[in-house]
């Protein structure tokens, strides 16, 4: 298993792809905590004074706004094997194919925490100096930090279901198009049509709001359990994943 998951890490770091994802996430997660700052304590956009511990905890919750690119990461960590034709090799080499699924979700699962923690640095240097300059610089108080862990353990979860998402799917193209539509269009429209925001607690965009700090949208559960919703998520996906990779041909 060491030897797959050290093989994986060098699928990944001998090619760029990474370098882009990573520098991506930083500017959304940066770009996003700007805004905010810009913003915070204007009456018209609704967003909590610079200063106070609503505005802290939301501004330091931005760098969930780069899942998508960690959703991507894992995608990309699995449809490579498909898209380059090298699955067959790969599945020869390991002939019990859920050990390089388990190997990919444990690999990608280890570096989605350094990438975290980079963006979630990014986050937090953009919004101190930002807010900083406005009058008043986050401290890292308890509930702050609480809500940077809480994020970074949320990007690390997506970029598992991007691995689970990746197996299902297998066409690289098909799976990123597929999350972007879902993340960008399904769960938003759910969560603004009241006649269906009810069902979007218990979506993982709803699991991710309610790990992080929100200050409108509808209902949510609650911080813990928005969070196990998340790994049953991440789980479920990588549970689906193995069992097809498993049992469908390599074409």
Excluded at 73 to 90: F, K, S, V
Excluded at 119 to 143: E, Q
Excluded at 164 to 187: D, P
Aim: net charge positive; charged share 10%; aromatic share 10%.
């Amino acid at each position: 298993m060491i030897r797959l998951v050290r093989a994986e890490w060098t699928k990944l770091f001998t090619t760029r792809v990474w370098i882009g994802l990573l520098v991506g996430a930083c500017v959304l997660a940066g770009g996003f905590a700007a805004l905010l700052t810009g913003f915070a304590g204007n009456p018209e956009s609704g967003i909590p004074a610079i200063g106070t511990p609503q505005f802290e905890q939301l501004a330091l919750a931005q760098a969930t706004g780069s899942n998508v690119l960690f959703l991507i990461l894992g995608i990309i960590g699995m449809t490579q094997e498909y898209r380059h034709r090298t699955a067959t090799p790969t599945f020869l080499t390991a002939p019990r194919r859920w050990r390089v699924v388990v190997a990919k979700l444990i690999a990608y699962a280890l570096v989605a925490v350094p990438f975290a923690i980079v963006v979630l640095a990014v986050n937090y240097l953009v919004v101190a100096v930002y807010a900083g300059a406005r009058g008043a610089a986050p401290s890292l108080t308890a509930a702050n930090l609480e809500v940077l862990a809480t994020s970074g353990l949320a990007l690390v979860i997506y970029a598992l279901i991007g691995v689970g998402f990746g197996a299902l799917l297998r066409n690289q193209v098909g799976a990123i198009v597929g999350g972007l539509v879902y993340l960008f269009v399904i769960e938003p429209v759910i969560r603004s049509i009241p006649a269906t925001s009810g069902a979007y607690k218990w979506m993982p965009g709803g699991g991710l709001e309610a790990m992080t700090a929100t200050f409108d949208g509808p209902d949510l559960l609650g911080a813990w359990q928005g969070g196990l919703l998340l790994v049953g998520y991440g789980l479920l996906a990588a549970l689906l994943g193995t069992l097809l990779a498993v049992r469908r041909d390599v074409v």
